[in-house]
């Protein structure tokens, strides 16, 4: 598509719940990232995924994150058992090069709320 | 940890006026990017560098690429309401393979 994509833009849900957020990346970006951004806060690295290496996976919480990168396009990040710390927007973001030397192109997110 | 420092991290200015925001590091980059945010949007490149001591313009705005490799800065000219948002830097550290973002700036304009 012409840009980054996410859904849900929002999703409530109940403490303890699963939820699963999507990224369907620019078409031909090689890599992907996911950053969580807490209310009027920065840019916080979540997971980066480059074409068939191994993901990157040192800024995800807790083992309750995880992500996978499904033919090298569209993404899935998955938190278990939500807690309400974990309210925040999800950014996903995709660049053509591994590196991002242009930036990367972000998505508007998805505002997740735990309550 | 925390590897780009990001200066002010909020301004409040009257409409018009000038504006000037930096990012500093310990550690030599080999880019510099600024990204602007609007309220529920995601992070908009403004402006790539990729030398040190570049300097460019996009409209009203100008960042520089610093001698030392280790900052860089924003400025926006004759601020107008469209320009309130949160301003964030961005950098490839020399060796790395991904970018670091800065905590951004918020820029509140009274008009």
């Known amino acids: 598509g012409a840009g980054v994509s996410q859904s849900p833009s929002n999703k409530v849900t109940e403490k303890g719940k699963d939820v699963e957020l999507r990224c369907d990346p620019i078409s031909g970006h090689t890599a992907l990232y996911w950053y969580r951004q807490s209310l009027g806060q920065g840019l916080e690295f979540l997971i980066y995924?480059?074409?068939?290496?191994?993901?990157?996976k040192s800024g995800l919480p807790s083992d309750r994150f995880s992500a996978e990168r499904t033919g090298g396009s569209v993404s899935t990040l998955t938190i278990q058992r939500t807690q309400q710390e974990d309210s925040a927007v999800y950014l996903c973001a995709s660049s053509l090069e591994f590196w991002g030397r242009n930036g990367y192109t972000f998505g508007s997110g998805t505002r997740l709320t735990v309550v | 940890g925390q590897q780009l420092n990001q200066s002010p991290q909020s301004m409040f200015i009257q409409e018009g006026e000038d504006v000037s925001m930096n990012c500093t590091s310990s550690s030599i980059f080999n880019t510099w990017l600024w990204y602007k945010q609007d309220p529920g949007e995601g992070p908009v490149l403004l402006i790539a560098?990729?030398?040190?001591?570049e300097l460019t313009s996009n409209g009203r705005l100008t960042a520089q690429f610093g001698i030392t490799r280790k900052d860089s800065f924003l400025n926006i000219s004759a601020s107008i309401p469209s320009d309130v948002g949160i301003y964030f830097c961005a950098g490839q550290i020399q060796g790395a393979q991904k970018l670091v973002f800065g905590q951004g700036t918020r820029l509140t304009i009274n008009p």
């Open positions: 560098l990729y030398k040190a001591g």
């Open positions: 995924f480059q074409g068939n290496s191994a993901p990157d």
